[in-house]
């Protein structure tokens, strides 16, 4: 019992943090950009898809068949292989917005919900010319079929996840550090408050643009990148449940804030879990009963401002 | 003209004023295009073949240009953006085929006003809740409850998970009023009897985007707040207006049921179909009455078309919509008037054409420095 609980409430951390790597992209676009992109969950896949071919790469030279890597070099392997390919997302998201989400900055909203839903169906097809129809998952690579596991509190626990958490709660610290005390976080979140004013005091608002629609899609990038990597598998759809999901997040912790979207990411995620522990039929149903519940108690979100990046 | 007469004389022009509708009247081009439009859509049973296009596929076109119709109505005057309409359309589709699977009902117009009504309870139980927001907050929980009807009815053995339910009772087609039919006879009293209500539907959608509510409507759209000064019950008409979109959902979907005789969840009730709904009214042109029923029409055209000859399905729509966005944001029957329009002044005046190719090389060569610079931005930042 004890021991069940504590594995659904890791399983459901961690599942948090990689909806927050999600939400966060969503949040930063949102609330800097005003654009809800809804192709973000399709990114996310992408990073996914990037990893497995990079982990493919990467295991080929530290794992032979019958040795499973160990649980340093497999860490070390999937966070470097995470990296590369949120890196590779970044120039991605740059040319997404400086040619597509540009002309839409001052239309209204169901265009720019229009054309993210574009965006979304024509990268399902960018991926299925890159990588086919069929799911890829872990065990086609050598040496991910043998996931090191930890001790904790008396059972094994796969390495890999821990890994992913406190990779998770570094990249949270990071963009609250990042938009409260650097100077380009600064920048950004004065340009999110008056555009026309950041420009007026010599801040190159496309850049900005440009800048943060880059960041977001490293950040989907890197939470497809990390989930697809433990018992998961890549395919083309996977990331319409995760951005859904988000949006549940970003309405829970309030719509732009960071600090919301990183409460309201573990909350999702451990509902979620205890419910396919306890109630299965309704785990799909728990987390938006929990959004409906704090929308009726508290319309702005658990930390909400509404839309302004804090 | 006499008082009975349908004619009209409107600045010097006779026009046609249209029963039932109070108030609605027709040049004599858009007289024209309206009676093509109802002879094709009486004749489509047998000019579809004519031409070689299927005739199913074009009746579930109007299915879900209906449910757009419905979905416009919150578009296009309170200007709010649904992204869930497809929980109405499969939650009427779903009602049919729960009706005839596990309470064996037989007869189609009883199993069509079960769909009505439980699609439409169903609008109202939802609209309840996101009646109160306004942007993103719309469309984020329209979505989510969509979200949830989907997963729900996906995970459940009583509707069957992913392989639906099929609508006959001991193998037969539905009856229709009582009656037995063949199967071209089904489809046929069918589809007359869809069309004859789907007319009936948007003369009564016109009368009430002209009524006082609508007027009503298109002040919520314009400004809440001053809305709710001048005394209008914004979140109730909200509420209402989504009620009655649902409606139209609803019943599109039930006779959806009716036609494929099979109900998915994945065609049905996908968020992805929320996503078509709300493109084909853009397509068809969103502020106009019978546009989203056009855009439904091609929409539903393109993508079974697309499904089952290329691989590739999904960007030929996406392509598609955004050159609609960034390029025709009125859609086709929004820029039906500024075509014929243009049309009317060039045989007026045949020097024009010099113009229009001039227009053209210049739109051209600003798209290209446009691209140049964005390349130049992505490269080497900017300034």
Redesign the interface.
């Known amino acids: 019992m004890i021991e069940s609980f504590a594995v659904h409430t890791l399983n459901g951390l961690w599942y948090g943090v990689i909806l927050f790597m999600i939400a966060s992209g969503l949040t930063i676009i949102f609330g800097v950009l005003g654009i809800l992109n809804l192709a973000h969950g399709e990114l996310y896949a992408l990073g996914a898809f990037v990893v497995f071919s990079v982990v493919g790469y990467a295991t080929g030279f530290v794992a032979s068949p019958d040795d499973p890597v160990s649980a340093v070099i497999f860490g070390v392997v999937v966070l470097v292989a995470a990296l590369i390919a949120a890196t590779i997302l970044l120039p991605v998201g740059a040319f997404i917005e400086a040619v597509f989400v540009r002309p839409i900055y001052d239309r209204d909203e169901v265009y720019q919900l229009l054309l993210t839903y574009a965006l979304l169906l024509i990268f399902i097809d960018v991926m299925k010319f890159g990588w086919g129809t069929s799911p890829l998952d872990a065990g086609t690579y050598r040496g991910l079929n043998q996931i090191p596991t930890t001790e904790i509190v008396g059972f094994g626990y796969p390495s890999y996840n821990i890994i992913a958490m406190v990779v998770g709660v570094a990249v949270f610290a990071w963009l609250v550090w990042f938009f409260d005390r650097s100077k380009t976080g600064r920048i950004i979140r004065a340009t999110a408050i008056n555009r026309d004013m950041a420009t007026a005091i010599g801040v190159s608002t496309d850049r900005t643009f440009t800048l943060v629609f880059a960041m977001g899609a490293f950040f989907a990038g890197f939470g497809g990148a990390m989930v697809s990597i433990g018992p998961q598998t890549a395919f083309l759809e996977m990331g319409l449940d995760p951005l859904v999901l988000s949006f549940v997040v970003i309405v829970v912790g309030g719509l732009g804030s960071l600090k919301g979207a990183f409460v309201g990411a573990l909350l999702v995620g451990v509902i979620s879990r205890w419910a396919i522990w306890l109630w299965p039929a309704v785990e799909l149903a728990a987390p938006f009963a929990v959004m409906l519940l704090i929308l009726l108690l508290k319309p702005e979100g658990l930390f909400g401002t509404w839309g302004e990046i804090e | 003209m006499s008082r009975f007469s349908p004619l009209e004389e409107r600045d010097g022009k006779t026009v046609v004023r249209v029963p039932f509708t109070r108030g609605l009247t027709l040049t004599s081009g858009q007289t024209a295009l309206a009676l093509v439009g109802l002879v094709v859509l009486f004749g489509l049973p047998f000019l579809a073949g004519l031409v070689g296009l299927s005739w199913g596929r074009l009746f579930r076109g109007l299915l879900f240009g209906m449910a757009a119709v419905g979905l416009n109505l919150l578009?296009r005057h309170t200007?709010l953006?649904s992204?869930g309409h497809a929980a109405f359309f499969g939650g009427g589709a779903y009602a049919v085929a729960v009706m005839a699977a596990h309470l064996e009902v037989s007869e189609g117009i009883l199993l069509l006003l079960s769909a009505v009504i439980v699609g439409t309870l169903l609008a109202a139980v939802i609209g309840y809740?996101v009646a109160?927001?306004v942007?993103?907050?719309f469309?984020?929980?329209t979505?989510?409850?969509n979200?949830?009807i989907f997963?729900?009815v996906f995970?459940?053995a009583f509707f069957n998970y992913n392989d639906g339910l099929a609508v006959r009772v001991g193998g037969d087609n539905p009856t229709l009023f009582g009656l037995a039919w063949t199967d071209l006879g089904y489809d046929l009293v069918l589809y007359y009897t869809t069309i004859v209500l789907m007319i009936v539907m948007l003369v009564l959608m016109w009368r009430l985007i002209n009524s006082p509510f609508g007027r009503a409507l298109d002040a919520i759209g314009q400004d809440r707040t001053r809305a709710r000064f001048i005394g209008i019950p914004v979140e109730r008409y909200v509420w209402y207006s989504f009620t009655i979109s649902g409606l139209y959902g609803a019943f599109a979907g039930g006779v959806y049921a009716l036609q494929r005789l099979h109900v998915q969840p994945e065609p049905t009730l996908y968020?992805f179909v929320s996503?078509e709904i709300?493109?084909m009214a853009?397509l068809g042109g969103f502020t106009t009455l019978v546009g989203p029923l056009i855009g439904g029409v091609l929409l539903v055209y393109l993508l079974e078309a697309t499904r089952f000859s290329f691989?590739?399905?999904?960007?030929p729509?996406?392509?598609i919509?955004?050159a609609?966005?960034?390029f025709m944001?009125k859609g086709i029957m929004g820029s039906l008037p500024d075509f014929f329009a243009g049309l009317r002044r060039r045989v007026a005046d045949p020097g024009r054409l010099g113009d229009d190719v001039r227009s053209i090389r210049s739109m051209v060569r600003q798209s290209l420095t446009r691209?140049t610079t964005?390349v130049r931005?992505?490269v080497f930042?900017?300034?």
């Open positions: 578009l200007e953006v992204f809740f109160g927001y942007d993103i907050y469309a984020l929980l979505l989510a409850f979200a949830v997963a729900t995970r459940s968020v996503g709300l493109f853009i691989y590739y399905y999904h960007a729509i996406g392509i919509l955004l609609i966005v960034l944001p691209a964005t931005i992505l930042g900017v300034k």
